[in-house]
């Protein structure tokens, strides 16, 4: 399309150049066509030329944008893609990708945030998990250790009840035979 628009381009500036002069001579016509074709080739290399690196810029416009899309930020088409009419005049790409950018991170360190936080509630859960299991441990100690008290205070209870009717009983004796002594020194 670019190419018809040029050599409607050049028919226009022959025949708008042919209706201005009057017929000039063969030898002059020809030097001047030559002239007009040299120019018209020098501008179609150059066409090229921009059309290529046109073509160049969009490959990589578009290498950017699927980079970008990879590290979920998102590049606006190539602006020659766009027709101007669907363009908001206001539209700044760069500060779109900064502020795209700042929102992923943001989004980025509110989540490691999150995993930091849940690690730390993962340790601290199994951190109370192994205390309540060292407290259950210990207060299951502690229940033996009373129980084991009890028997041996009962034991004991027992043992100084069976040592005082037996001291009671050497004391009676003990009296009585004192008493007896007594008795038979009077």
């Known amino acids: 399309m670019q190419k018809l628009t ?7 500036e022959l025949s ?8 000039p001579s063969p030898h002059h016509n020809g030097a001047e066509l030559r002239e007009m074709r040299l120019s018209l080739l020098m501008e179609i290399e150059k066409r090229k030329q921009a059309e290529e690196a046109l073509d160049n810029m969009q490959s990589q416009w578009q290498r950017i944008r699927q980079e970008l899309a ?10 020659d893609d766009v027709p101007e009419s ?24 509110s989540i490691g945030r999150g995993i ?28 033996y250790y009373e129980a084991v008290n009890r028997e041996l205070s009962q034991w004991n209870q027992e043992v ?3 040592i005082f ?4 009983k050497v004391l009676l004796v003990n009296l009585l035979i004192y008493f007896q002594v007594v008795l038979l020194v009077e």
């Open 6 to 12: 040029l050599v409607f381009l050049l028919s226009l």
């Open 16 to 23: 708008s150049e042919s209706g201005q002069q009057p017929s």
């Open 70 to 79: 990879l590290a979920g930020l998102s590049l606006p088409a190539c602006p």
């Open 86 to 109: 669907d363009q908001p005049s206001d539209v700044n790409p760069v500060e779109e990708i900064c502020q795209q950018i700042y929102l992923a991170r943001f989004v980025s360190e």
């Open 116 to 143: 930091a936080k849940a690690e730390a509630e993962i340790e601290m859960e199994a951190q109370v998990e192994a205390k309540n299991f060292e407290i259950a441990r210990l207060l299951d100690r502690l229940h």
């Open 160 to 162: 100084i009840g069976e």
């Open 165 to 168: 009717v037996k001291c009671s």
